[in-house]
């Protein structure tokens, strides 16, 4: 699903990624780790391709998207969904319309738009909140929105950016529920976090980074920092 070989991401002189290598195959549920400042969305934003690496190769799902031109972005998104701690809804839209728009902005047909939108947050167990605005939710279930939205086009790939760092421990959980669940319906999910108990309770694979290197990798991992 993702294969990195050698990358590193240098901002002027700053190096936020030292020559990186992992592979993550299709189906794996991996946790990337380490502490604040050490380049774990700098990865992220390779991988969906918001930046370019300054040396090394990016494979998603067998696309070589190291110089991918900015035209192609757009097709590798729809292939990609991502989710961040702030969950960027539109706050003058509801719920229903905050999924519709990621696919209407795509120019999606409207009667799939009608079919697809239930579907996804029947998933994320919004079907009975679809006329809420995003100030009528709670933290948990904006990001459960934010979760449905990344999955209209029904991406291979979840990649999740500190989605719980926002969250209490009660919606933490709930998310992170969520996620293995997305996980075991067939979707490779990465994610990003630096909460010890969340990592340590999936008892998944673990990458932890340490000042833009990977210092471990492991199979059924705990957080080591
Ligand atoms: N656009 C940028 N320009 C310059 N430095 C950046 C930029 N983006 C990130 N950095 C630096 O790269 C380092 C890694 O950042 P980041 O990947 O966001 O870390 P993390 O997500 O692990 O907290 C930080 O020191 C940050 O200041
Ligand atoms: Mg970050």
Same mark, same amino acid.
């Given at each position: 699903? @993702?294969?990195?070989?050698?990358?590193?991401?240098? *901002? &002027?002189?700053?190096?936020?990624?030292?020559?990186?290598?992992l592979?993550?195959?299709?189906g794996?549920? %991996?946790?990337?780790? $380490? #502490?604040?400042?050490?380049?774990?969305?700098t990865?992220?934003?390779? +991988? @969906?391709?918001?930046?370019?690496?300054?040396? $090394?190769?990016?494979i998603i799902?067998?696309?070589d +998207?190291?110089?991918?031109?900015? *035209?192609? %972005? !757009?097709?590798?998104?729809?292939q990609?969904?991502?989710?961040?701690?702030d969950?960027?809804l539109?706050p003058k839209?509801?719920? *229903? /319309?905050?999924?519709?728009?990621?696919?209407?902005?795509c &120019?999606?047909?409207a009667?799939?738009i009608l079919?697809?939108? !239930? #579907?996804v947050?029947?998933?994320?167990?919004?079907?009975?909140?679809?006329?809420?605005?995003?100030? #009528?939710?709670? &933290?948990? /279930?904006? #990001?459960r929105?934010a @979760?449905?939205?990344a999955?209209?086009?029904?991406?291979?790939?979840?990649?999740? =950016?500190e !989605?719980?760092?926002?969250l209490?421990? @009660?919606n933490t959980?709930? +998310? +992170? =529920?969520?996620?293995?669940?997305?996980? /075991?319906i $067939?979707?490779t999910?990465?994610?990003?976090s630096?909460?010890?108990? %969340?990592?340590?309770?999936l008892?998944?694979?673990?990458?932890?980074?340490e000042?833009?290197?990977?210092?471990?990798?492991?199979?059924?991992?705990?957080? %080591?920092?």
């Amino acid at each position: 699903m @993702i294969t990195i070989k050698g990358i590193t991401k240098k *901002y &002027g002189n700053y190096t936020a990624l030292d020559d990186i290598s992992l592979h993550i195959a299709s189906g794996e549920f %991996v946790s990337l780790v $380490g #502490q604040s400042g050490t380049g774990k969305t700098t990865l992220v934003k390779l +991988i @969906i391709a918001e930046e370019r690496p300054s040396k $090394g190769e990016i494979i998603i799902g067998g696309w070589d +998207i190291t110089a991918i031109k900015s *035209y192609e %972005v !757009p097709y590798l998104r729809r292939q990609i969904g991502v989710i961040f701690q702030d969950f960027k809804l539109l706050p003058k839209k509801t719920v *229903y /319309e905050n999924v519709a728009f990621a696919l209407e902005s795509c &120019g999606v047909a409207a009667a799939t738009i009608l079919k697809v939108v !239930p #579907q996804v947050l029947k998933i994320v167990g919004l079907d009975n909140k679809i006329d809420h605005y995003p100030w #009528q939710l709670s &933290g948990g /279930e904006k #990001q459960r929105v934010a @979760i449905a939205r990344a999955l209209v086009h029904k991406p291979k790939l979840l990649i999740a =950016d500190e !989605p719980t760092g926002n969250l209490d421990s @009660i919606n933490t959980k709930e +998310i +992170i =529920d969520l996620l293995i669940k997305i996980n /075991e319906i $067939g979707t490779t999910v990465l994610l990003v976090s630096h909460n010890r108990d %969340v990592v340590n309770g999936l008892r998944r694979r673990v990458i932890t980074v340490e000042e833009g290197k990977i210092i471990s990798d492991q199979v059924k991992g705990r957080y %080591v920092l």
